[in-house]
C-alpha cells in the first residue's frame, strides 16, 4: 500500500514528498535500523549486567545528512507556499538547542557534544519542512500510521526465527524493552487510527491492537504495557478536563506533577518512591535504577546550573566520571535511565528550564488541536504522556536517535509551526 495514497491528489509532488519525511524517519528507526544492525547492537543495560555498548554505526551519518538535505531542497523549491515559525516559540526552541552547543564550551569531550547535536540538528531540519507545508496534521500522521503497522506485522512475524531472551522477546531489537517501547508507540497510533473516519485505517488500527498486546505480553515489558493503558487514558482525562472544565493541559500538567512529587517523595507516611518500585518493578530500586539515580544527583550538585556539557558525561570513555566506577554497572552505564536528570546532569538548571518551558508549549499546542479535531489532541496529549512518564524510567529525549525522540522533535516543531496564519491542525 503506498503511503503517498492517503494525501490529498490536488497537491504537487514536491509537497507530497516532504509530507512523508517524518514516516520516513519513523521507518528508519523502527524498521531499517534494526533490521540492518540491531542484533549486532548490545546496549548496556540494567537487567543483563554491563555490556559495553559500541560506537553508533556509520549509517546515521550517512541517511541523516542525506535527508536534511533533500528537505531543504524541497523547501526551496516550494519556499512561496512555506509556512513560517511564531517568534516566540522558535526563539525558546532555537535558544535550547543553542544552549546544549554552548555548553561544548566545557563538556567534557567538546568533539562528541558537537557531533551528537549536530545529528539532533539534522533530523531536525529533516521534520520542519512537513509542517511548514502540510495543509492538515492528518497529512503527516497517516503515513507514519502504516509505517506503525509495519512494524508490528514485522515483529509478529519475527517470532517464528527469532528466539526469546531470557528476560523476554527482543522482537527485531537489541532488546526485550526496545521491543517494548516500540510497541507503545505502534500501539498508539492503532489508536489514532481507530479514531479516523478513513474505513482502511480503522480496520488496520482495530487489527493491530491486539498484535501490539501480544507483543507485549512476549517481550515482558510490563512498564511499556503500563504506559500504552495509562497514557491514552489521561489524554481522554485531559481532553474532558479541557471540554467541560477548561482547564489547559499545560496548567493540568503543572497541577498534577505537585501532588505526584510530594507523593513520591514520601510526603504520605508509609510509601515513597520504593513502594512504587515495588508495585512496577517488584524490588524497591527500580532494578538497579536507584545507585544511578544517587550517583548522578551528586555530579548534578557539582554543577547544578550549567551542566556536564550535552551528552558529554556517559559512554565518553575514562573521561566520565562514571568510568572510574568500575566494581558496579555505573562504569558502563549508557545513561542515568531518568532524562530529567540526564537534562540536569547534561544542561544543567539552565537547560531543564528551557525545555520545559518546551514541553508546556507543546502542550498549549496539543490543547489547540483539541478544540478543532478532539481524536487528534487525544492521541498527541497520549504520546506527550507517554514521552513524560518513559523518561522517568529511561532517557530518551535527545539521548540518541530513536523513534521516541524523532516524535518529540516532530511535536517541538509542530507547536511553533504556523500556516496561513494559523497553528498547525
Not at 500522521?141 to 509505517?147: A, N
Not at 510497541?183 to 491486539?210: C, E, K, Q, T, W
Not at 555530579?299 to 566494581?327: C, L, V, Y
Amino acid at each position: 500500500m503506498s503511503l503517498a495514497a492517503d494525501l490529498p491528489a490536488d497537491l504537487g509532488y514536491r509537497h507530497r514528498v516532504v509530507v512523508l519525511l517524518p514516516a520516513v524517519a519513523l521507518a528508519y528507526f523502527m524498521l531499517i535500523w534494526p533490521l540492518i544492525y540491531a542484533r549486532q547492537y548490545i546496549p548496556a543495560d540494567l537487567a543483563t549486567g554491563a555490556v559495553v555498548a559500541p560506537a553508533a554505526p556509520i549509517l546515521n551519518r550517512l541517511v541523516f545528512p542525506v535527508l536534511a538535505a533533500l528537505a531543504m531542497a524541497l523547501m526551496v523549491a516550494e519556499r512561496r507556499r512555506l509556512g513560517r515559525f511564531d517568534l516566540f516559540g522558535g526563539l525558546l526552541v532555537a535558544g535550547f538547542l543553542g544552549y546544549l552547543g554552548l555548553t561544548a564550551a566545557w563538556s567534557l569531550v567538546p568533539g562528541t557534544t558537537l557531533s551528537r547535536l549536530s545529528l539532533h540538528l539534522l533530523l531536525l531540519i529533516s521534520l520542519a519542512p512537513a509542517v511548514l507545508l502540510a495543509e492538515r496534521l492528518d497529512d503527516i500522521l497517516k503515513p507514519m500510521v502504516w509505517v506503525a503497522m509495519a512494524v508490528l506485522v514485522v515483529n509478529v512475524l519475527s517470532i517464528a526465527v527469532i528466539p526469546s531472551s531470557r528476560i523476554g522477546f527482543p522482537g527485531i531489537y537489541s532488546h526485550k524493552n526496545t521491543l517494548g517501547a516500540n510497541a507503545v508507540i505502534a500501539g498508539l497510533f492503532a489508536l489514532y487510527a481507530v479514531s479516523r473516519a478513513d474505513h482502511r485505517m480503522r480496520l488496520a488500527g482495530f487489527v493491530a491492537l491486539p498484535f501490539t498486546v501480544l507483543l507485549l505480553y512476549l517481550s515482558q515489558s510490563k512498564t511499556s504495557l503500563g504506559l500504552l493503558v495509562l497514557a491514552p487514558l489521561a489524554a481522554v482525562v485531559a481532553a474532558l478536563a479541557r471540554r467541560y472544565l477548561r482547564i489547559a493541559l499545560p496548567i493540568l500538567m503543572v497541577v498534577l506533577t505537585v501532588p505526584a512529587i510530594f507523593l513520591l517523595g514520601g510526603g504520605v507516611p508509609g510509601f515513597d518512591f520504593r513502594d512504587l518500585s515495588m508495585i512496577i518493578s517488584g524490588d524497591t530500586t527500580f532494578t538497579g535504577r536507584s545507585e544511578l539515580w544517587t550517583f548522578a544527583l551528586a555530579h548534578i550538585a557539582e554543577k547544578p546550573w550549567t551542566g556536564w556539557g550535552f551528552q558529554s558525561f556517559w559512554g565518553i570513555g575514562p573521561a566520565s566520571p562514571a568510568a572510574r566506577m568500575t566494581d558496579s554497572f555505573i562504569g558502563v552505564a549508557p545513561h542515568a535511565h531518568n532524562g530529567y536528570l540526564d537534562m540536569l546532569l547534561q544542561g544543567g538548571g539552565v537547560a531543564l528550564a528551557l525545555f520545559l518551558s518546551i514541553l508546556l508549549m507543546i502542550a498549549w499546542w496539543i490543547d489547540k488541536v483539541a478544540d478543532r479535531d478532539g481524536p487528534a489532541g487525544a492521541f498527541l496529549a497520549a504520546v506527550l504522556f507517554y514521552i513524560l512518564w518513559q523518561n522517568l524510567l529511561e532517557t530518551d529525549w535527545l539521548q540518541g536517535m530513536t523513534p521516541l525522540n524523532t516524535l518529540l522533535l516532530l511535536l517541538m516543531v509542530a507547536a511553533i509551526a504556523r500556516r496561513n496564519g494559523r497553528l498547525l491542525t
